[in-house]
């Protein structure tokens, strides 16, 4: 091979590699560019699924009886809520009758604590309440609920003590 031939040659082989490179450049773009669409959509989705999520999840659950017979689905709803407070801060308690918890659906230890009224029973559950069998800690000891919640709750368990 003549230095001007190898040359040739070089030279070609050179630019063959320049243009794989400038190919591989643009197919690398193009890939990326598509992974990245499919990320800022999953991102733009959530934040507009943050963005117009209700401002307050409305609970309904009222102690008129006359209300709770209007408004049967919008109570079925209030029942869940409370059901769903119940099992998550109240039931380590209540479920099993806990150091001196009344046990949910024990009529005979939720007898006398009904008579009180559903007034004593909220503010006993959302502000605490040293009795004679134990101690009941505010809102279950969990400050994060809402009073709205706790009240449900104790509605709940109301409702299952009758
Ligand atoms: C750490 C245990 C514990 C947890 C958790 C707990 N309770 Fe209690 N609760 C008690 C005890 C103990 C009593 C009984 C006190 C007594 O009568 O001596 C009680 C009593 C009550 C009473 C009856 C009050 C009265 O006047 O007789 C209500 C209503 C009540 N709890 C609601 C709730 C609700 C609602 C939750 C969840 C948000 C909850 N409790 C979580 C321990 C607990």
Redesign the pocket.
């Given at each position: 091979m003549s230095d001007r031939e190898f040359l040739k040659f070089f030279s070609g082989l050179i630019g063959a590699l320049a243009a794989l490179t400038v190919i591989l450049i643009i197919v690398a773009n193009v890939i990326g560019d598509k992974a990245k669409k499919a990320e800022v959509a999953t991102a733009d989705a959530k934040a507009v699924a943050e963005r117009i999520k209700p401002v307050g999840e409305l609970t309904v659950a009222s102690a008129n009886p006359v209300m709770n017979a209007l408004i049967p689905a919008a109570n079925a709803a209030g029942a869940d809520a409370g059901k769903k407070?119940?099992d998550t801060?109240?039931a380590?308690?209540?479920g099993a009758g806990?150091?001196?918890?009344?046990k949910l659906g024990d009529k005979a230890d939720w007898g006398?604590?009904l008579a009180?009224g559903n007034d004593?029973?909220?503010t006993?559950?959302i502000k605490g309440?040293?009795?004679?069998?134990?101690?009941?800690?505010a809102?279950?000891?969990?400050a994060a609920?809402k009073d709205d919640?706790?009240k449900a709750?104790?509605d709940f368990?109301?409702s299952k003590a009758k």
């Amino acid at each position: 091979m003549s230095d001007r031939e190898f040359l040739k040659f070089f030279s070609g082989l050179i630019g063959a590699l320049a243009a794989l490179t400038v190919i591989l450049i643009i197919v690398a773009n193009v890939i990326g560019d598509k992974a990245k669409k499919a990320e800022v959509a999953t991102a733009d989705a959530k934040a507009v699924a943050e963005r117009i999520k209700p401002v307050g999840e409305l609970t309904v659950a009222s102690a008129n009886p006359v209300m709770n017979a209007l408004i049967p689905a919008a109570n079925a709803a209030g029942a869940d809520a409370g059901k769903k407070t119940y099992d998550t801060a109240c039931a380590a308690c209540h479920g099993a009758g806990v150091a001196g918890a009344p046990k949910l659906g024990d009529k005979a230890d939720w007898g006398a604590r009904l008579a009180q009224g559903n007034d004593t029973l909220y503010t006993h559950a959302i502000k605490g309440f040293q009795g004679k069998k134990g101690f009941m800690p505010a809102k279950g000891g969990n400050a994060a609920l809402k009073d709205d919640d706790v009240k449900a709750a104790v509605d709940f368990m109301v409702s299952k003590a009758k």
